[in-house]
């Protein structure tokens, strides 16, 4: 494709790279030789190194040996999350929130929040990760935090039914006041914690405030099958069935986990009215020792995209979504049974197209077309690990690794160049978040945010 002409120079020319491309009929290829031209934001064009070669830019990145990819997005985390990296190890789930996590939560300042969204958000840019879907608390502070580090969000401030109905309405507030800022690289979401710490009448509320006001719902639901059961057990439905008969199916959603969907609930998935989407983070789940994973073959059946994710560094341990990529495509071949399934290509559309569409940013990320949002990664293949190259797709799912993004850039801003940072001072971050830790990590009050019970 020819760059259009404006009449004055380019913002960015990126050029003599192989760029990741989708057809019409959203398969992935590869242009060789290429060139991609950014202005105000955006991708003017992806055409030739040879056609770029004449035009003026006021940035220009030469990028032989290295791919351009879609930003890659991770589409369910709690970013502040990172301050409790390592804290709660090798336990079951009910001790993991009961015993640590819970208790430590207790004690976040916003401050703590902020430094840790500081941390996450520059592990991020240096692994590739453009845009991520968060919950957590204090959420103002992460939207500060996004807005000045330049990526890009879906935030959503979480709330309980213990909290009474201040935490729904804060989450309310919030989703409104932040919708639509940093501009425009913050959306804003409703986030009910889960069907089991938010009640039918809660999700019911939500649900319509949602419809109201043209707002998603981003929740934690059938994280496991334990869950699944527990819910049957004490309420005769499961969670999918929980969110389908409060109106939450019926929004926009992104359910994380899903491990625990069960068959009867994918007709449910299937009709929802919203824009129904899940997101995986496999790491989390070996970790638990959960027996299922989310599944992913049976959901993409249905036409439910599927996106990745990492969850929160104090479970997952890193927010790296290269690692969650490989990881879904192994676990999915093991769950199945089948070596064809889930392919490097089936990969690479799940970190891309449906990862965009599960946060509800399909029709400005995802891709490297005209028109879209300039949010690309540079990924170097000249090391020893990814040589030789035979199958590209394959090389970058299962060779490649989040230390080979030499460059990060979102909405046409050079985040990260040559793997320098140029948005957040990381020592500076991690010297004043360590000074905080005893006071943090204190679990000797016995109080907790909330009590895990299924």
């Not at 079951?92 to 640590?100: H, K, L, Q, R, Y």
Request: aromatic fraction near 4%; charged fraction near 20%; proline fraction near 5%.
């Amino acid at each position: 494709m020819t760059p259009s002409s404006h009449g004055k120079p380019a913002d960015l020319v990126i050029t003599g790279c192989t760029v990741l491309v989708h057809d019409d009929r959203e398969r992935i290829g590869f242009e060789e030789d290429a060139a991609i031209v950014v202005r105000d934001g955006a991708v003017d064009a992806v055409t030739t190194a040879a056609a770029a070669a004449g035009l003026t830019a006021a940035d220009r990145i030469y990028a032989r040996g290295q791919v351009a990819l879609p930003g890659l997005i991770n589409c369910h985390t709690h970013a502040p999350m990172v301050a409790l990296r390592g804290l709660a190890e090798d336990l079951p789930t009910e001790e993991w929130f009961n015993d640590v996590v819970w208790p430590v939560e207790s004690n976040l300042t916003e401050r703590d929040v902020t430094l840790g969204a500081r941390l996450a958000c520059a592990e991020m840019i240096r692994a590739g990760v453009t845009a991520f879907a968060d919950s957590y608390f204090a959420m103002d502070a992460v939207a500060a935090v996004v807005d000045a580090c330049g990526m890009r969000a879906q935030l959503g401030q979480a709330y309980f039914s213990s909290q009474g109905p201040e935490g729904r309405e804060a989450s309310l507030e919030f989703a409104l006041r932040h919708r639509d800022t940093a501009g425009g690289r913050i959306t804003t979401a409703l986030a009910p914690h889960a069907p089991y710490t938010v009640t039918d009448a809660d999700l019911a509320a939500t649900a319509e405030l949602a419809r109201d006001h043209g707002l998603p719902v981003h929740l934690h639901a059938a994280e496991n099958r334990d869950q699944t059961d527990t819910s049957l057990a004490r309420h005769g439905a499961t969670p999918i069935q929980v969110l389908e008969r409060t109106g939450i199916l019926g929004t926009d959603v992104l359910i994380a986990h899903g491990t625990g969907i069960t068959e009867a609930d994918l007709p449910l998935l299937a009709r929802a009215e919203g824009r129904t989407a899940v997101a995986t983070a496999p790491r989390g789940y070996l970790k638990f020792a959960w027996p299922d994973t989310t599944p992913v073959r049976a959901l993409r059946g249905i036409g439910v995209p599927v996106g990745l994710a990492t969850d929160g560094a104090a479970s997952n341990n890193s927010l790296d979504v290269w690692e969650s990529m490989a990881l879904t495509s192994l676990i999915q071949k093991s769950a199945e049974g089948d070596p064809r399934w889930l392919t490097s290509h089936q990969a690479l559309h799940h970190a891309t197209v449906q990862s965009a569409r599960a946060v509800g940013l399909g029709g400005s990320v995802g891709r490297i077309a005209p028109g879209l949002r300039a949010d690309l990664i540079l990924v170097d293949l000249t090391g020893p690990h990814t040589r030789p190259v035979h199958d590209l797709a394959a090389t970058l799912v299962h060779s490649a690794r989040s230390a080979d993004v030499r460059t990060t850039i979102v909405d046409g801003r050079v985040l990260m160049r040559d793997r320098v940072l140029l948005t957040v001072d990381v020592p500076a971050v991690a010297r004043e978040l360590e000074e905080r830790l005893p006071a943090l990590t204190d679990r000797g009050h016995g109080r907790r945010v909330q009590e895990y019970d299924t």
